[in-house]
C-alpha cells in the first residue's frame, strides 16, 4: 500500500473518530462549550451562570449581573495519537490554531420593579480549525481544516422575583469550513472542499434559587435548521433536534461551590440519525468545583471539574464511544479585572478489534478576561 493511500486511510479515520466525518461533527457542536471558568468546571454551569457566559448556558443567569461588563475569551488546542496492531504506523500530531471562543457585552436596568439584563455574544459553536500531520520517517503529510459554526447571539433575562428569573436568547448562524492538504509522499496539494452555514435558533432559560447557597438552572435549546452551502451551488438542510440542560450549585460554604449538569443532546430524533440502529444520542454528565483563595485585596479560584463525552462514532462492538474528559483551571479577581484560564484533557483508548487500537491524548486550553464597568 503507497504511503499516500495510507495518509488518506489515516486522516478519514482521525475524522471519523472525532464524530463520523465533517456532518456529524456539526451534530457534535455543542460540545464546544463557552467560557474558561465553565470549561475548569467541567461545563457544569447551567445552574450557576453569573456571569456573561451565561448567554451561552442558561439566559436567566444573566439576572445574577448587577454591573456592566465585558469578556472575552480564546481557545486553542493540541493532541497525539499512536497504534498498536499496526506495523510501522506513522506518528500522528494534531493542533488548532488560537480562536477566539466567545465575547460579550451586558448591561444591567430596571423596568419598574423588574431587575433586567441585556447582553450581545459572539459564540463560537464548533470550532473546525485543526491540523493533522501525520509524520513517516523522512516525509510528512498534512491536512488542514479552517473555519467554524458561529453564533451572535442577543439575549435579556427578567428577574420574576426574589427567586425566579427567566431568559431568552436569538441565536444568528453563520461560518464556513474549508479543508486543503499537502501531501509529500506524493508531492501533492490543493484545495478540497469549502461551504458556509447559516440558520437561527431560539433558547429559554429558567433559573431557581431558594435560597443564597442553592440555585437550579435549566436550559432549552428548540428545534432548527442549520443549512449548509457548498460550492458548487450545493445545499442541504441539517435539522437539528430539541436539546435541553439541566444543572444544579450548592454553595458549601463562602468559599466552595459544588456544581453537576445534565445534559440532553437526542440526536435520534433528527432524521439524520433515524434509521441507524445505533446509539446516537450525545448524552453527558458533568461535575466541578470551585475554591476561592483570597490574597489582600485579590481572590483567587481554583477550579476542579470532570464531564463524559460521547462521540457519533462506534467501535467494532457497535458501542458509541464516551471518553472521559478531566478538567482544572484557576482565576485571578483584581479590582474590576477578571482573569481566568482552563485546561482539558481527554484521554481514550478504542479497541477495534483483531488486536488493532488507537491511543488518544487531546488538550484544549482556554484563556479569557472580564472587565465589570463600575463597583
Known sequence: MCKKLITVLTICFIVATFASGLQADILNFTYSGNGARAAA?????????????AIAWNSAGLTQLYSM???????????????????????????????LN?????????????????????????????????????????????????????????????????????NIYTGSYDWSYKYETEGEEGEVSSSNFSGTSFDLGLMVKPSDQFSIGANFNFPYTLTRDIEDDQEYEIDVPFFFSVGAAFKATDQLTLAFDYHSRAWSNSDIFKDLDLDTDLNSIHAGLEYLLTSGDSV?????????HPLHYWDYNNDQVVNSVFTLGAGLVMNNFVFDGAFEFEPASIEYGDGFSIDQNNFRITLGGTFHFGN
Do not use: H
Request: aromatic share 16%.
Open 41 to 53: 468546571m467541567g461545563y457544569a454551569f447551567t445552574g450557576i451562570s453569573d456571569d456573561a457566559t
Open 102 to 170: 466567545f465575547a460579550s457585552f451586558a448591561f444591567p436596568f430596571k423596568a419598574g420593579d423588574y431587575n433586567i439584563v441585556g447582553g450581545l455574544a459572539f459564540r463560537n459553536i464548533f470550532d473546525f480549525n485543526q491540523k493533522t500531520t501525520v509524520k513517516y520517517d523522512n516525509e510528512e503529510d498534512v491536512d488542514t481544516e479552517e473555519g467554524g459554526v458561529n453564533a451572535i447571539t442577543p439575549a435579556i433575562a427578567v428577574q420574576v422575583n426574589d427567586m425566579i428569573s427567566v431568559g431568552a436568547a436569538f
Open 69 to 99: 461588563e465585558a469578556s472575552v475569551i480564546c481557545r486553542f488546542g493540541f493532541g497525539s495519537w499512536s497504534f498498536d496492531g499496526w506495523e510501522n504506523a506513522p506518528d500522528i500530531e494534531t493542533s488548532s490554531q488560537f480562536q
Open 300 to 308: 483567587i479560584p481554583l477550579r476542579l471539574g470532570y464531564y463524559s
